[in-house]
């Protein structure tokens, strides 16, 4: 008897046992598998979630969920970390907020707003007659408005820091932006205003010497002028190059990656939708590519005549070409910076860059000296330089040897750049507006 109930007491002890070791390899085992999975799940729900909430544009991709970096989905998140724990360690470095209004008044606004500063506009009709929309960047407090209704004297000014953006491309452009500078001049003379930025449009051949009475150094009061082009007055102190960008006045999104854009096979090696100038270096591209019969390889759409404006159509078509080509041929108009640059970086399309300058007063600047192109150059652009169209028949025949997998790592790095260039764009253009107004509110 006893030595059944010692067997049975026995073999309550060895199942307690086992049964301790199977709870405890499940809960530190079996647990740790699973984790990745529903981090991964986590992780495509809330970005799913993101991307609604932000209501971007679907660029012509389809909808299916992506993860373009792949193995370096780990290396790009810690990325995101380290710039978010910059912003959130400079936001909360110091008492004062800085609130800035940023006046769109040229399409380039477009750019800098929902392009560089990530910013919403409500309504979402680009035919509204008033868009208005606000962000926070670090200590930053950005509002935007824009539209045919912001008109000068006929809005209220509640802010003591503004941005204005201005076209001054041409003469009936520059005496527009003018009266905005003279308005915003009063607005600094009966101290409504503190501090005021310019973020300018400039002219192609950088003849912008009617700005330089309004700027601080020169008696006025422009504190700080981001231009676009490489104008020699850029020195990095009050003087600042601002890119292009995409041809927001012509209604082109903000691109969001696909799957597929980076995956795809692209029937065309190469693309180029645009004006052919009589003389130009556009005209050598066309000719070189019929000699060769690389424009039967190529989606080429070429026009006499400018159109400043597209149809739903032409729309369509250009961003097909982008998607479907592996590069795009990007070649100088009356200035070498061009808005296709910065919409072949939106589908991963390889800009092919006519590196050379135009005619003009553009060039180097004291804080840069390798113009064209200074700040592409300076944020070591991934793109394909060239100094002649001649040049282009051994890329192409190089580019039919490259393999698909290859190609996809080129449009992982084109599009983390492109990522990483407005996210950088965003950091110092807020950097620099805070280091002057708020160090100019203590003096």
């Excluded at 989606?299 to 032409?314: G, K, L």
């Excluded at 449009?411 to 253009?429: D, I």
């Excluded at 805070?434 to 100019?440: A, Y």
């Amino acid at each position: 008897m006893r030595l059944t109930r010692k067997r049975f007491c026995s073999f309550l002890i060895a199942s307690y046992c086992l049964f301790s070791l199977y709870a405890a390899y499940h809960v530190f085992f079996g647990r740790r598998r699973r984790t990745p999975a529903a981090t991964s799940r986590g992780l495509r729900k809330g970005a799913a979630v993101a991307r609604g909430r932000r209501g971007r544009e679907q660029s012509p991709l389809g909808s299916e969920e992506w993860n373009p970096w792949e193995g370096d989905e780990k290396n790009e998140q810690q990325h995101r970390v380290k710039t978010s724990l910059q912003i959130l360690n400079k936001s909360t470095k110091g008492k004062t907020d800085l609130k800035i209004q940023i006046w769109g008044k040229a399409a380039i606004g477009l750019y800098l707003w929902e392009h560089i500063l990530e910013g919403l506009l409500d309504p979402t009709d680009v035919t509204a007659q008033w868009r208005e929309g606000s962000s926070i960047v670090g200590r930053t407090h950005y509002s935007f408005i824009t539209g045919p209704a912001v008109v000068p004297g006929y809005f209220s000014v509640d802010v003591n820091n503004v941005v204005l953006v201005l076209n001054g491309r041409e003469k009936a452009k520059v005496f527009y932006a003018t009266q905005w500078l003279l308005y915003a001049q009063n607005l600094m003379q009966t101290q409504k205003l503190q501090h005021l930025a310019v973020v300018l449009l400039g002219n192609e051949h950088c003849d912008n010497d009617w700005i330089m009475q309004y700027l601080r150094r020169n008696g006025g009061f422009v504190e700080l002028l981001f231009i676009i082009y490489d104008s020699p007055w850029i020195n990095d102190m009050d003087v600042f190059q601002w890119p292009l960008g995409v041809a927001t006045y012509r209604n082109f999104p903000v691109v969001e990656a696909s799957w597929s854009m980076l995956h795809d096979e692209r029937p065309y090696l190469c693309n180029f939708l645009g004006t052919i100038y009589e003389n130009s270096s556009r005209q050598e591209l066309m000719d070189i590519l019929k000699q060769d019969g690389n424009n039967k390889l190529c989606w080429v759409s070429a026009r006499e005549q400018w159109q400043p404006q597209e149809t739903n159509e032409s729309l369509k078509n250009y961003q097909d070409a982008l998607l479907q080509s592996d590069l795009t041929l990007c070649p100088s108009g009356v200035n070498t910076e061009c808005y296709r640059i910065y919409e072949a970086c939106s589908y991963g399309s390889i800009p092919v860059v006519e590196d050379v300058m135009t005619a003009g007063r553009c060039g180097n600047g004291s804080a840069h000296h390798s113009a064209p192109l200074q700040l592409l150059k300076a944020m070591d652009a991934p793109f394909i330089f060239i100094k002649n169209w001649k040049e282009l028949p051994a890329i192409l025949e190089k580019e039919k040897t490259v393999l698909l997998q290859e190609k996809i790592q080129r449009r992982k790095m084109l599009l983390q750049w492109y990522q990483n260039f407005k996210t950088e764009l965003k950091l110092k253009f807020t950097n620099i507006l805070e280091n002057s107004f708020l160090i100019n509110n203590k003096d």
